[in-house]
DNA sequence: GTAACGATCCTC
DNA sequence: AGGATCGTTACA
């Protein structure tokens, strides 16, 4: 069944493992639906976060981070990869949960192509979407945490944070 | 205006 | 190891 407002409006170091077994439910244009198992997500952490783009402020491209949890974040990296984020935490409080991996799709580019993400996403509520959600699974998973990957400009404390969850096994 | 730079991926 | 490729950002 489908997660609500709420599961969002936590602090990101809570949602960003929480995800970990989740599925992510994509209705395509062509009609057909289908389920991604969310195995590796990354989290962000407010304007303090050196690593999050919110770090920089509220701008054009970070003004969805400050929305209250439940929307999602995407952008343009690299001038070819879309990158798919669950913003989280109440109003006012920037944090992003990164999705970097789907079962069988490794790496924040793969997967937001495979879910066919682009610009339009910018903002999608997935509280309320038809065509972008997550569910809760039955079974429950163990994780791993690690480093984030790719923010080396960050500076050592907050590149070392280990706030990038991998899934290991069922429990 | 203009320039520099990525929360990456693919092919050498 | 290096190139692709462009929106966002910062600075003049």
Wanted: overall charge neutral; glycine content about 10%; aromatic content about 12%.
């Amino acid at each position: 069944m489908r997660i609500g407002r709420d599961f969002f409006l936590r602090d990101v170091l809570d949602v960003a493992p929480d995800l970990i077994g989740k599925k992510i439910i994509r209705l395509f244009p062509s009609g057909e639906q289908k389920e991604y198992v969310i195995t590796e997500t990354e989290a962000y952490r407010g304007e303090e976060d050196l690593a999050c783009h919110a770090c920089k402020g509220r701008t054009a491209r970070t003004e969805v981070m400050y929305h209250e949890g439940g929307v999602c974040y995407v952008y343009l990296i690299y001038g070819m990869h879309w990158m798919l984020n669950f913003v989280v935490s109440i109003n006012d409080h920037p944090q992003a949960v990164l999705i970097r991996s789907v079962k069988g799709f490794e790496g924040p580019g793969r997967a937001a192509r495979e879910l066919g993400i682009d610009k339009s996403f910018y903002g999608e509520n997935l509280v309320s979407s038809k065509r972008l959600f997550v569910e809760d699974g039955n079974e429950k998973y163990e994780y791993t945490s690690h480093p984030r990957i790719g923010i080396d400009y960050s500076g050592e404390y907050w590149k070392n944070k280990p706030w990038r969850f991998v899934i290991t096994n069922k429990i």
